[in-house]
C-alpha cells in the first residue's frame, strides 16, 4: 500500500467530529443604535447607520468589524432608549417621553443635536460639550458623489412626518418611508421644502434648499424641532398649520452651521482596541 493510500485509509476510519456550531455573532462590536417602525424603515432614523459608515470608511474602519462592546446613539430622538454608558454622538431627546422614561445614571456624550438636549442631560448630572448639530447635516460632505443639488425650478417637495403620511393627498410628496438615498434625490430636486420631518428638514438644510416647517398633526411636540433649530444657530423657528400657509410664509431663516466639531468629536475610539490607548 502506497504512503497516500494508508492516509486515505486512516481518514476514512477515523470517528467523524460534529462540526463546530455557527455564531451569529462570535466577537464583540459597537452596536449602532436607530429605531425602526413596525414595518419598514423610516429614512431619518436609518440615516444613523449611513452617516456611522461613511464616517469609519473614512478611517478605513469596517462598520461591524471586531471591537470593545459598545453601542452608539447618533440620529434621531432615540435618548429615551439608551442605557448607562452608551454613547451619544448627536442624538436628541424626544419632548413625548418624560424625564422618568430615561433609565440611564450616565452617558458619554461627545455631541448631542442642540443645546435643549443639553440643558436636559445636564440637569441630571451628566457632562454635555456645546458641540451640536444633527449628523445627518454631514450628508453632503460623506456622499459627494452620490448626492448633489439638482434643483428643477418651481418645483416643490412635501415631506410628512412617518405619523403625517396619511394625512396628505399630493403629487408633491416625498415618503419618508421611501428608501433613504430616494427621499434624498427627492429633495435635492426641489427649491423648496415644507416638511413636518425634522429630517425633511435637516436634508434641505444640509443642501442649502429653503425650507418651511408645517405642523400637520399634535403627534410631534415643537422640543426636537426647536433643539434642532437653536443647535445650528437659527435665529428663529415658526410652524404653520397647512402647505399653503407655510409657502405663503416662506422660508425659515437660514442655519449657521460649522461642521468641524461635530467631525471632530466622532467616537472613533469606541473601535480601538482595549488598551490601545
Same mark, same amino acid.
Given at each position: %500500500?502506497? %504512503?497516500?493510500g494508508?492516509?486515505?485509509?486512516?481518514?476514512?476510519?477515523?470517528p467523524?467530529?460534529?462540526?463546530?456550531? *455557527?455564531?451569529?455573532?462570535s466577537?464583540?462590536? *459597537?452596536?449602532?443604535?436607530?429605531?425602526?417602525?413596525? /414595518?419598514?424603515?423610516?429614512?431619518?432614523?436609518?440615516?444613523?447607520?449611513? *452617516?456611522?459608515? +461613511?464616517?469609519?470608511?473614512?478611517?478605513?474602519?469596517?462598520?461591524?468589524?471586531?471591537?470593545?462592546?459598545?453601542?452608539?446613539?447618533?440620529?434621531?430622538? !432615540?435618548?429615551?432608549?439608551?442605557?448607562?454608558?452608551?454613547?451619544?454622538?448627536?442624538?436628541?431627546?424626544?419632548?413625548?417621553?418624560?424625564?422618568?422614561?430615561?433609565?440611564?445614571?450616565? &452617558?458619554?456624550? +461627545?455631541?448631542?443635536?442642540?443645546?435643549?438636549? /443639553?440643558?436636559? $442631560? %445636564? =440637569?441630571?448630572?451628566?457632562? !454635555?460639550?456645546?458641540?451640536f448639530?444633527?449628523?445627518?447635516?454631514?450628508?453632503?460632505?460623506?456622499? #459627494? /458623489? +452620490?448626492?448633489?443639488r439638482?434643483?428643477?425650478?418651481?418645483?416643490?417637495?412635501?415631506?410628512?412626518?412617518?405619523?403625517d403620511?396619511?394625512? $396628505?393627498?399630493?403629487?408633491?410628496?416625498? =415618503?419618508? %418611508?421611501?428608501?433613504?438615498?430616494?427621499?434624498? =434625490?427627492?429633495?435635492c430636486?426641489?427649491?423648496?421644502?415644507?416638511?413636518?420631518?425634522?429630517?425633511?428638514?435637516?436634508?434641505?438644510?444640509?443642501?442649502?434648499?429653503?425650507?418651511?416647517? *408645517? +405642523?400637520?398633526?399634535?403627534?410631534?411636540?415643537?422640543f426636537?424641532?426647536?433643539?434642532?433649530?437653536?443647535?445650528v444657530?437659527?435665529?428663529?423657528f415658526?410652524?404653520?398649520?397647512?402647505?399653503?400657509?407655510?409657502?405663503?410664509?416662506? #422660508?425659515?431663516?437660514?442655519?449657521?452651521?460649522?461642521?468641524a466639531?461635530? &467631525?471632530?468629536?466622532?467616537?472613533?475610539?469606541?473601535?480601538?482596541?482595549?488598551?490601545?490607548?
Amino acid at each position: %500500500m502506497t %504512503m497516500f493510500g494508508r492516509i486515505r485509509e486512516k481518514l476514512h476510519r477515523a470517528p467523524l467530529r460534529a462540526r463546530r456550531p *455557527v455564531l451569529e455573532e462570535s466577537y464583540p462590536h *459597537v452596536e449602532i443604535f436607530f429605531w425602526k417602525p413596525a /414595518q419598514g424603515l423610516n429614512f431619518g432614523d436609518y440615516l444613523a447607520s449611513a *452617516v456611522t459608515q +461613511r464616517m469609519l470608511a473614512a478611517r478605513e474602519i469596517l462598520f461591524d468589524e471586531p471591537a470593545p462592546k459598545a453601542r452608539l446613539f447618533t440620529i434621531g430622538s !432615540v435618548l429615551h432608549f439608551a442605557a448607562t454608558g452608551d454613547t451619544v454622538w448627536g442624538s436628541g431627546r424626544n419632548g413625548k417621553i418624560s424625564s422618568e422614561q430615561h433609565p440611564f445614571a450616565d &452617558l458619554d456624550v +461627545r455631541a448631542v443635536r442642540g443645546p435643549l438636549t /443639553q440643558k436636559f $442631560l %445636564m =440637569d441630571r448630572g451628566i457632562s !454635555v460639550p456645546s458641540v451640536f448639530g444633527d449628523p445627518a447635516l454631514l450628508i453632503p460632505r460623506l456622499f #459627494p /458623489q +452620490r448626492f448633489k443639488r439638482r434643483t428643477q425650478p418651481g418645483k416643490i417637495g412635501v415631506v410628512p412626518n412617518l405619523h403625517d403620511r396619511d394625512l $396628505l393627498d399630493r403629487d408633491d410628496v416625498i =415618503d419618508p %418611508m421611501w428608501n433613504w438615498g430616494r427621499v434624498i =434625490d427627492a429633495i435635492c430636486e426641489c427649491e423648496f421644502i415644507v416638511s413636518s420631518s425634522l429630517h425633511g428638514l435637516i436634508i434641505a438644510d444640509a443642501f442649502g434648499i429653503p425650507c418651511s416647517h *408645517v +405642523r400637520l398633526s399634535e403627534t410631534e411636540p415643537d422640543f426636537k424641532y426647536i433643539d434642532y433649530c437653536e443647535g445650528v444657530g437659527r435665529s428663529t423657528f415658526r410652524s404653520a398649520t397647512s402647505v399653503e400657509e407655510a409657502l405663503d410664509a416662506g #422660508p425659515l431663516s437660514p442655519p449657521n452651521f460649522d461642521a468641524a466639531p461635530l &467631525l471632530e468629536s466622532f467616537p472613533y475610539d469606541l473601535w480601538e482596541p482595549k488598551g490601545a490607548r
